[in-house]
C-alpha cells in the first residue's frame, strides 16, 4: 500500500495544531500584549486546515502553483498584520518555523520506523515550509514597506505653515530639503496667503534647509520672482555663513533678492519698510 | 599616493534617495573632522552631481570613501550613471550652458566647491563625475 501522507496529515491534523500551539506558547518572547491566545489560535488553525488540505488536494510542492494561492493568502493576511501590529522578524519568523517542528514531529511519531521514507516526507514538507516562510519575510517586508510609505506621505503632507507675524507681513519658515514638489506647495500657500491677507511683505526662512544647490537656489529665485508679481516683497532669511560661502562658490547670483541672515533682521528690515517702529517704553520715575 | 580606507557603494534611483546619500556623506564627513564650511561644500556638490545623475542618467551608484594621503584625510565620491553620456564635456563645464533649462552651474559649481574634480563620458555608456574634497582642503 502506497503510503498517503496527505491522508496521514489530514488525521493528524488537530495533532499538529495542539503541538504548533504548544511551541508557541512555550515561547518565551510570546507577544501577548500584540496579540491575544484566541486570536493566535484562530490564525494557526485558519492556516494548518489550509495547509493540509492543500498538501491532500495537489502534492505539488511548487509553491508557484496555483493550488497554493489559498494558503499563500492566508499566510501573507497573517504577515501583514504581523507587519502592522509591530511584531519583530523574528517572532513572525518563529511563528512560521515552529508550524514546521510540529509537523516534522508528527510525521517522526507515525513514520519513525521507516527513516527512508521519513526523510523522504520530510524533504517535502521542508520544501513547502521554506518557500511559505520566504514569502512570509517577502509579505512581512511588504507591510513594513506600506507602513514607511505612508509616513512619508505623512511627512510630505505636513505642508509649510505660512504665519502671519505681523499686519502686511508673512512668515514661511521652511524645514527640510526644497524639492521641486515642495517648492509647488510653498509657491502656492504663500501666494494664496497673500492675496488673502493683503500681505506687503513675505519673508522665507531657510534656517532649516540642510544644503543650498543650484536647483535650491533656482526653486527660491522662482518663488521670489512670483511673490514680485504679486506686488508684494519677498526677503530670504536664515542664510547661514557656510551656505553663504557655497552659494558663492557655486556661483548663484542671489543678489537681486533682498537677504538677511536671521529671521530677526528680516523683520526688523520689514518693519522699517513699513515705516513701522518698535521702541522700549521709557518709564519716567517722578 | 592615495589610499583609501573604507568604501561604500549606494544606489541611487529616486528623489528621495538624494536625502539618504547626503546624509551618509555628512556622516563620513564628520567622522574625518572635516570642518562645517568644507562638509557644506561637498554636501552641496554632491547633490549638484546627484541630481545631473538623476535628471540626465536615470540614477545610478555613488562610492562614498575615505581617503588618506599622507596625514590628510578626505572623501571621495564617485558618481557613475548609464545613461546617454555628454557629448561635448567643455560645453557642458561651463557656467550657465544647460540642455535642462536649470541654472546650468551644476557641473561647474561642483567642480568650484571641491579638491579634485574628473569627469569622464562616453556617449551611449555612461558618464562617471569624481570629486575629491580634503579635510583641510
Known sequence: MPFNIAKLLENQKKNILELWMKNQLEDEGL???????????AQSEELVGSLVANIGAGGSTDLDGDNWSPVIEILGGIAITRARQGFSPRETGKFVYSLKEAILEVLQEQIGDD????????????????????????TFIKGREEVILRQTDEIAEISTPVIRVWDGILALPII??????????????????????????????????PAVDSLVAQHLIKTVSATRLMGAECIISGIRPEIAQTVVHLGIDLSSIITKSSLASALAYAFRTLRLEVRKQVVQNK | MILSLSKDNIQVQREQDVVLLRNRVKEVAVKIKMG??????????????????????????CLVEIVSRGRDNGVRLTFADKGPGIADIPQAMRDGFSTGR????????AKRLVNEFDIKSKVGEGTTVMILKWANG
Not at chain 1, 177 to 192: A, P
Request: aromatic share 2%; hydrophobic share 40%; glycine share 10%.
Open chain 1, 176 to 209: 527640510g530639503t526644497l524639492d521641486s514638489q515642495r517648492t509647488q506647495i510653498v509657491m502656492e500657500n504663500l501666494l494664496q496667503e497673500i492675496v488673502d491677507t493683503g500681505s506687503s511683505i513675505a519673508i522665507l526662512d531657510i534656517s532649516g534647509v
Open chain 2, 102 to 109: 536649470s541654472l546650468g552651474l551644476g557641473l561647474p559649481g
Open chain 2, 36 to 61: 562645517l564650511l568644507n562638509q557644506t561644500k561637498l554636501i552641496t556638490a554632491a547633490s549638484e552631481l546627484l541630481r545631473n545623475m538623476l535628471r540626465y542618467g536615470n540614477g545610478g551608484t
Open chain 1, 115 to 138: 527513516p527512508k521514507m521519513l526523510f523522504e516526507e520530510s524533504r517535502k514538507i521542508n520544501r513547502i515550509m521554506d518557500g511559505l516562510t520566504v514569502v512570509t519575510f517577502e
Open chain 1, 31 to 41: 507577544r501577548e500584549d500584540l496579540i491575544t491566545n484566541e486570536e493566535l489560535r
